[in-house]
C-alpha cells in the first residue's frame, strides 16, 4: 500500500494500490523469477528474472545482481547492481548499495546509492534504517533524496513476510520539500523449501 503525503482518509484509500506476486526461487541458478500483478487502474502485470552473486571478502559480503523486467506501465528494462556489508556488532549490520536501471519507455537510465543499517531484533523481525540519493541520465543529476526505517516480520512458516516501511521523500520537481509517506506490504515466497 502506498499513498500520497496530505491526503484525508477517504481519499488516501481511493489511491492506494495493492499489488500480488508469485516468486519462484532457482538456486541452481541463483535466480528469482517473479510473476505479479500491480491491482490499480489500469492493472499492471509485470514479470521479472534476477541472478545473484555472492562474494566473502574477510568480513565483508560482496553482492552483485542483474536483472530484466517488463512492466505493462513501463515497458521492459534491466537493472545492475552491486553491494558490500559486514557486521559491526552483534544484531547489527552496514552496507551499501549502489545500482542503476535502463528503462526503454522513456530511453533514461537512474542511479541509486543507498546507506543502510540492518537491526536484527530477534529471529523473525528485523529493522532497517536507510538513506539514499537517486539520479537520473546518462550524465547523471540529483532527482531526489530519501530516508526510511523499514520494519519487517515474519508472520507465518517461512514464507509470509509483513513489511511497515514510513518515508520521508526530497524530490527535485518538488523543489526539495519534505513529503511524508507510509508503506505496508505482505510477500508471500513459494518455491521448493517456502511452501
Known sequence: ???????NILQSAQN????????????EWNANIDLGLLV??????????????????GNWT????????????LGY?????????????????FGVEFGTTYLEVDSETYWRQNFYVNHALSDISKLRYQISYL?????????????????????HGNWLIGQ????????RENGYQSEASLTASLEVLLGPGFL
Open 1 to 7: 500500500m502506498d499513498n500520497e503525503p496530505g491526503q
Open 77 to 93: 528494462g534491466g537493472r545492475y547492481g552491486i553491494a558490500a556489508k559486514r557486521p559491526f556488532a552483534d544484531r547489527f549490520e
Open 16 to 27: 492506494t494500490r495493492f499489488a500480488t506476486m508469485l516468486r519462484y526461487v532457482k538456486d
Open 135 to 155: 539520479q537520473e541520465g546518462s550524465r547523471p543529476h540529483a532527482e531526489s533524496f530519501l530516508y526510511f526505517l523499514e520494519y519487517q516480520r515474519i508472520l
Open 40 to 57: 490499480r487502474m489500469p492493472m499492471d502485470p509485470f514479470v521479472r528474472i534476477k541472478f545473484d552473486q555472492e562474494y566473502v571478502l
Open 62 to 73: 560482496v553482492e552483485q545482481n542483474e536483472s530484466l523486467f517488463s512492466y505493462y506501465s
Open 164 to 171: 511497515l516501511k514510513p518515508q520521508v521523500t526530497y524530490e
